[in-house]
């Protein structure tokens, strides 16, 4: 066959113009048209869904960074107080917290009695408006100032649950006409004294800081404990995962020979990745509790189960971060004479840090809304107690800020559902501000080649 056979050979003609479209042409346009509608409708569904979550949210939890307190004087009586009249605090905690109730009933009625507020109900309705906390707080204000027995002092004491979620707009006239913790009369008192300024509704930053409370007492509740805790599982899951997972990144994709033992190794691996949290929460139970005899709700235990949760997908990342390196950076430092060590960890690790970063703390912040484990290891303990700074601190009895929501959500109170939305406001920030820092160390130590 020549030149020439093959310039003379016939060929498909097109029909009409190319400017003009025909029938294949059109078919094809409208599925690229339908196939980006798709994506358009699923991104548009996807943003729909996260705002109507947050709005959720947000209309739910913001109210629990407000609280609702009563001001009034109290005569802080030195017979009832300190029968002893020595001031001693050691004496004076003798009298519990049922001994400082009626100095605050008594005083809370002569008060709403010297504003002219006109009421028919009795001094233990009165003392219901106010919280079960508040003598708590009086008692620890005396101890910390024993001068105080003898003089009248003003406080500032929280509303009762009701009181509160009246001021909120979750409790109503109608509803407490059905409600067995608050009347219609307490509320209209509640109201008079709002219009008088002895009752006021402002900022809580008690709510981040003060412990749990009782089901009893949600306007008490707080994350404190729960942000300690999880603060300091955090601190075990980055001490061990990290050090741990980049090890055995390294060895795998730069050292380890290609052989079946390894590709089974990264078989599991993989595998680890994929499997459902609360089963690492059984083997943390059999391991660490029953085995080694870790006390349970301890941050220990809880950082040791999330690590081992955490630990496979930090190598994934770190692997692929450490493959993303191109072979001629190590080809190049080789070449110049460097060892194999040298040139994985003066070369290869830096380039590959921003990945690797990156992947660590996108797998903090997935062991730090895990609930499940955590619920199987005794996380679920009503603590009271802050526990002390590390590394005793390890080793005590604390919550975890998903396990508080899911606390919260199982009492009875309606209260504790604003408390649980405020709960999930608080773990939203730090993942926000967990996803924030990798954005930030990514862009920081990011290198082109």
Known sequence: MTDATLTDAPRPQRAGSLLAQDERTRRRNRSE????????????????????????????????????????????????????????????????????????????????????????????????????????????????NPGLVGETIEVQVLAGGRIDGYFKGRVTMASAERDSNVTPEQLVLAQALADTGHIETRFNFNFVTSPDASDTRPEAAGLGVAIIGSFYMMLVVLALALPIGVAASI??????????????????????????????????????????????????????????????????????????????????????????????????????????????????????????PLLLIGMVA?????????????FDPASALPVQVYQWTQRSDPAFVERASGAIIVLLVFLIVMNAIAVLLRRRFERRW
């Open 33 to 144: 048209a339908r196939f980006r509608a798709y994506g358009v409708a699923a991104v548009s569904v996807g943003i729909i869904a996260l705002i109507l979550l947050l709005i959720s949210i947000l209309s739910n939890g913001l109210s629990s960074f407000r609280q609702t307190y009563i001001s009034f004087p109290v005569t802080l009586t030195a017979e009832r107080l300190d029968p002893q009249g020595n001031r001693d605090p050691a004496e004076m905690a003798s009298v519990t917290t049922f001994g400082y109730l009626p100095i605050l009933a008594q005083g809370f009625a002569e008060h709403v009695e010297a504003l002219g507020i006109e009421h028919d109900m009795s001094i233990q309705t009165l003392a219901r408006m106010i919280s079960e906390e508040a003598p708590a707080q009086l008692r620890n204000r005396v101890l910390a």
């Open 251 to 372: 060895y795998l994709e730069e050292f380890a020979p290609k052989n079946r033992f390894t590709d089974l190794i990264e078989v599991n691996i993989s595998n680890l990745a994929a499997v459902p949290s609360i089963v690492f929460g059984i083997l943390g139970l059999a391991i660490f509790i029953n085995f080694a005899g870790l006390p349970q709700s301890a941050p220990i235990v809880g950082g040791l189960v999330l690590t081992l949760m955490t630990l496979p997908t930090i190598i994934i990342a770190t692997r692929a971060s450490l493959r993303a390196v191109p072979p001629s950076i190590r080809q190049a430092a080789l070449g110049l004479g460097a060892s194999k060590m040298q040139s994985v960890f003066h070369h290869v690790l830096p380039l590959a840090a921003p990945g690797i970063l990156t992947g660590t703390i996108i797998g903090l912040a997935q062991a730090l809304g895990e609930t499940a």
């Open 382 to 394: 009503f603590v009271r107690e802050y526990p002390d700074a590390p590394l005793d601190g390890l």
